[in-house]
């Protein structure tokens, strides 16, 4: 059991929670949520013992294993799979102590640090380290590549494999899904299911906090308040007490006036029914949760676009690739005025190749690409935050886009993207990855594009303005193509789903909960096939064993005749020199000169003898 009483942190002049307290229990599973500075990570500092509190206790177990996951990835020449194996520190030291035991041979402790490594899980630890590196989208080749030859990314996926190789009591996890795909995300929160441990979860992704936690740990006005059931248990709790303030329930109602204005006008005009339909299935559940984001700081909406041809995008077996190597072959696909489309596919099976054919970014190989006239595409993915120039404010982003706009128009817009103030004329360099990810987006919607094209748009946000996003995309007049591991952001704003898988992109029919499927299948399928060839292998390792043995038996007939050869000269030469050895037999010179002789002959043969057998074993061991 871990207990903070009366629990205050404050960082600078920055109070970020005072008088917390909070029981968990062997096996809970807490998912913490909350504004971006809300002092999230900062508890989990706490429990690590990088921060000391202000005020209040922490108690925690004797001998409780923590694990998290670090932040920085030397560029190490370590293999992969031995950089995950460090996770497991008492596997690593009983290694240790078994060499140092074998080394000084000492039998009855080695024995000992056997039955404890095997006790530990020591002879399956590297079997499990592959697993890990497979759910996390790793191929097979990559498991004995360095670490220093994988990008940020992937680093990050190693160090995650690293903090759940290791047997923890208590596991911290801080936002783990922000570099991983849909596939990877849907392996980890099955195997988060699983986890015998504690686990404090750091997440803005709400179906992930849905699937894989009971509690929910809410960081609001420094204040550490604790609801009972997964993400959409505290939405419907939260909101029936914000629903007792009648300013709220008004806010609430014009918003869902809003979408329901939309469907009425639109339900039965044939280019916007599927929008139309869209939002109809939303508003149910946006009756539930909006309650919960009221008080949300983000409020914006995308401008209805200039233009908005019919055709905007038209690919007619297309072939798209890096150098000579084809992602894709043979893609047809419209994209129309309101299509809504998701992205879905194993990782590196080419969706953000997709993404960046559609955006320009990319030529042809071949087959035809028309564009539409006058069409305006948005495409946000992450490296363009790399892009924006670290000295200049939010405000100077946006007047250099649009120089006719009036500064108190920018402002007002770059406060629904919560910079107000100060904030929208200061530089932008020591803003962090959310903040700069927010006014990526807002750049986008200023634009007033008619085809979205967004790669995980929601890294870095948190489940406000996540929230909001869903909300703007919902009513967005233009085209959406998205590729993202937030199932929820998708399934509330697309109404297409397209695979990329096996260098196509087709149609998929069914829905996310299918798609998870879909992978379950794949994924035996791969094993089956693995299988198929390991009997393969093995048949052929069958038929070249034979082989070996045909070729080796001559030379193992001979090498035993040898052998008993040899044992037989030793016994002649052992009862010889029994008899030189005995004083008596000196009496006789005659029997002394004979023995002699025939010990030297003897001599001269094992010499021959043990000659003739060492060549035979250097040559067996040869095949």
């Not at 109602?253 to 039965?268: A, I, K, P, T």
């Not at 919902?474 to 952001?489: K, N, P, T």
Request: hydrophobic share 40%; aromatic share 6%; proline share 3%.
């Amino acid at each position: 059991m871990i207990t903070l009483r009366n629990l205050s942190l404050q960082r600078g002049s920055k109070l970020l929670f005072e008088q917390a307290n909070i029981t968990l229990y062997v096996g809970q599973k807490v998912g913490i949520i909350g504004a971006n500075g809300s002092g999230k990570s900062s508890l989990f500092a706490l429990l690590r013992g990088e921060l000391h509190q202000d005020a209040g206790d922490i108690d925690l177990p004797n001998k409780l294993v923590i694990a998290h996951v670090a932040q920085e990835t030397p560029a190490l020449e370590t293999s992969a799979i031995d950089y995950i194996l460090e996770g497991d520190h008492e596997l690593r030291t009983v290694e240790q102590q078994l060499q140092n035991a074998q080394q000084l041979a000492n039998g009855i402790e080695e024995a000992h640090l056997h039955a404890h490594f095997e006790a530990i899980g020591g002879y399956t630890a590297r079997a499990r380290a592959a697993q890990l590196m497979y759910g996390l989208s790793f191929h097979a080749n990559d498991i004995d590549k360095p670490v220093k030859t994988f990008s940020g990314g992937w680093r990050m996926r190693l160090n995650l494999a690293q903090a759940l190789m290791c047997r923890s009591d208590l596991l911290l996890l801080d936002e783990p899904t922000n570099h991983l795909d849909l596939d990877a995300v849907l392996w980890l929160e099955q195997w988060l299911k699983h986890y015998q441990g504690t686990l404090l979860l750091i997440s803005h992704d709400r179906e992930f906090l849905d699937s894989t936690v009971t509690t929910i740990a809410h960081f609001e006005a420094q204040q550490i308040n604790i609801y009972t059931g997964n993400y959409s248990d505290f939405e419907r709790q939260r909101a029936e007490k914000l629903a007792l303030q009648q300013a709220i329930y008004q806010k609430q109602q014009r918003e869902l006036n809003h979408v329901q204005s939309f469907v009425d006008r639109f339900r039965y005009k044939a280019s916007k029914a599927k929008q139309a339909q869209s939002r109809l299935k939303a508003l149910s559940r946006m009756e539930i949760i909006a309650p919960a984001h009221v008080d949300s700081p983000f409020n914006f909406t995308f401008p209805e676009p200039h233009a908005m041809p019919s055709i905007l995008i038209d690919l007619d077996k297309i072939v798209v690739g890096y150098d000579k190597t084809v992602i894709l072959d043979k893609v047809t696909c419209r994209i129309v005025p309101g299509s809504r489309i998701g992205l879905l596919g194993p990782n590196g099976a080419g969706k953000s190749t997709l993404i960046k054919l559609l955006a320009g970014l990319l030529t042809p190989m071949q087959g035809s690409q028309q564009l539409g006239e006058n069409l305006q595409i948005a495409y946000f993915a992450q490296h363009q935050l790399e892009q924006l120039q670290p000295n200049e404010s939010p405000l100077q982003h946006l007047q250099q886009i649009d120089s006719k706009a009036t500064e108190q128009s920018l402002r007002n817009f770059l406060g629904g993207f919560n910079f107000f103030g100060d904030m929208a004329t200061a530089p932008i360099a020591p803003f962090s990855g959310g903040e700069k990810a927010r006014l990526a987006l807002a750049l986008l919607v200023w634009q007033r594009p008619n085809l979205l094209l967004l790669d995980e748009p929601t890294n870095h946000l948190d489940l406000e303005m996540r929230h909001a996003l869903t909300l703007a995309l919902q009513d967005y007049q233009g085209a959406l193509i998205i590729v993202s591991h937030d199932r929820h952001l998708l399934g509330m704003t697309t109404d297409q789903l397209l695979l990329v898988a096996n260098q196509r992109v087709i149609d998929f029919e069914g829905d996310l909960d299918d798609y998870r499927q879909w992978l379950n299948t794949r994924a035996h399928q791969v094993s089956s096939d693995e299988k198929t060839t390991k009997i393969d292998n093995r048949e052929e390792k069958k038929r070249s064993a034979a082989e070996l043995r045909n070729q080796r038996r001559p030379l193992q007939n001979r090498l035993k005749q040898v052998e008993k050869d040899l044992d037989k000269l030793m016994i002649e030469k052992r009862n010889l020199d029994a008899l030189l050895a005995d004083p008596k037999i000196y009496t006789d010179k005659e029997k002394v000169t004979h023995y002699i002789r025939e010990q030297t002959i003897l001599s001269e043969k094992l010499i021959e003898i043990e000659t003739l057998w060492l060549e035979l074993s250097e040559t067996l061991e040869t095949f």
